[in-house]
């Protein structure tokens, strides 16, 4: 049976990740001058799905992760990393 408080620490570590991955991914696109269509043309991720990301509504999938780390030319590393060693 699983630990109820490691779940919740769990939980938690798992929410900070997917709000920094997001604040990540708008940084990078902001800083490229792109526009969320444009990110999703270069990306194939529909506009919706970036949106949804980019709120935290959705939690990315490691194939998306890929497709925005192509199309933003940076590493899987740069979009997971915490902002203050970015």
Do not use: C, W
């Not at 949804?52 to 933003?72: D, E, G, Q, V, Y």
């Amino acid at each position: 049976m699983q630990n109820p408080q490691a779940a919740i620490v769990l939980d938690a570590k798992f929410d900070e990740l997917n709000k920094q991955f997001s604040r990540n991914v708008r940084k990078y696109f902001i800083r490229r001058g792109m526009s969320i269509d444009v990110l999703a043309a270069k990306s194939g991720i529909s506009r919706s799905q970036i949106y949804h990301m980019l709120s935290s509504l959705m939690n990315p999938s490691l194939k998306m992760i890929l497709k925005l780390s192509l199309a933003l030319e940076v590493s899987i590393e740069e979009l997971l990393n915490d902002e203050k060693t970015t």
